[in-house]
């Protein structure tokens, strides 16, 4: 059988004079199969023959085909800040001047530290805070977190030296010509301030004058105080004889409570004219107390409750052990978060005193040695 043989089942034209005869169109037939079988095998030969590719070359890759994707990123997220607790001082005129501004809370509310960086190392003493920056989600990608050690460029500290109360932007103006509510040559601004003055026995008056050198001075600065200021004067050193109350303490031994607060005891009252007046005239007309001692600490004690911005400290000498003692423990109690200033003051002393010039370093406040001209 013939491989005609398959296609004899093609239906013949009816009419022959249509088509060509039956070898004519199964040689044709013949011929289609051919091609067709041709094209078959140069297809399958074609994929026998060609090598297959090596990916990692070009020749691979021209018949393998082949792509890649790169990606980077980088970001960082920090935030730093500074600021103090500085009251402001400013140009003033008048006899005492004005504060200028609001005066902020007490107590320090910035926070702390920066986030990122280096923390930087502040230059000011206690009362100035660094203020945070704000913190910030770092990238997810394409990103090494910075070293801890990574210094901030610049650093950043404190702009000024603040003071412990932290009444940040609370700007006070000064006096004309520099006098001010100042005490024994001690400026001071604060709109509330206690005079804790030493009136024992030897402060009277002799040739050195001391009397008559505090009560001239302490009328000047009255009379300075702001108008929207506050004060009270407490004089110690009385003795039994003149009011003053023996303690018994708990080891046996006693000491006095020698406090001689102005009227009305236990309160600041507002520097008014007549406040002032009445204030000097008070002072005027008491002499220190002539079986009087410097026991100072319970008169430190009432002026430290009255929580007032400063305090004037004033004596002529050293105390005695147990005076010292006794005050240093109700400066500590009273003013442990350091909210007052402490100035201090040695009238007429024959030099420095120490524990005045502690106890003003330790409470933010400053200390003067006054010399006195015999005779004066």
Request: glycine share 16%; aromatic share 6%.
């Amino acid at each position: 059988m013939t491989i005609f043989s398959y296609f004899a089942w093609i239906p013949k034209p009816s009419h022959p004079g249509a088509s060509c005869d039956e070898r004519e169109r199964n040689g044709a037939l013949a011929a289609i199969v051919a091609c067709f079988l041709l094209a078959i095998g140069l297809v399958i030969a074609a994929i026998l023959l060609v090598p297959e590719g090596d990916p990692s070359t070009d020749a691979g890759l021209a018949t393998a085909g082949g792509g890649y994707g790169t990606g980077s990123g980088d970001g960082f997220g920090a935030g730093t800040g500074s600021g103090s607790a500085l009251a402001g001082k400013g140009p003033g005129a008048g006899v005492a001047g004005s504060r200028k501004g609001v005066t902020g809370d007490a107590s320090d509310t910035a926070p702390r530290g920066q986030l990122a960086g280096t923390v930087a190392q502040a230059n000011a003493r206690e009362g100035e805070s660094l203020v945070t920056g704000e913190a910030k989600e770092l990238p997810k990608f394409g990103f090494t977190l910075p070293d801890k050690n990574d210094p901030i460029d610049p650093p950043q500290t404190a702009v000024a030296v603040g003071r412990r109360d932290g009444r940040d932007g609370a700007g006070a103006a000064g006096a004309g010509g520099g006098g001010g509510a100042g005490f024994m040559g001690i400026p001071e601004d604060a709109k509330s301030i206690v005079y804790v003055l030493d009136f024992s026995a030897s402060m009277r008056d002799g040739n050195l004058k001391r009397e008559s050198e505090l009560k001239r001075e302490l009328a000047r600065s009255i009379q300075a105080l702001p108008k929207d200021g506050k004060f009270t004067v407490i004089l110690f050193g009385r003795s039994p004889g003149d009011g003053a109350q023996v303690v018994t303490r708990a080891d046996g031994s006693t000491v006095w409570r020698a406090a001689w607060p102005m009227p009305p005891e236990g309160a600041l009252v507002p520097a008014t004219p007549a406040n002032r007046s009445a204030a000097v005239s008070w002072v005027n007309e008491r002499s220190p107390d002539a079986g009087g001692s410097s026991y100072a600490w319970d008169s430190m004690e009432m002026a430290l409750a009255l929580k007032p911005e400063a305090i004037y400290l004033l004596t002529d000498g050293e105390f005695d052990s147990y005076g010292l003692n006794d005050l240093m423990d109700a400066i500590r109690k009273g003013n442990a978060d350091r909210q007052t200033r402490i100035h201090t003051v040695a009238l007429g002393s024959p030099g420095d005193v120490a524990s005045l010039q502690g106890i003003a370093a330790d409470n933010g406040g400053s200390y003067r040695w006054v010399e006195l001209t015999p005779g004066r």
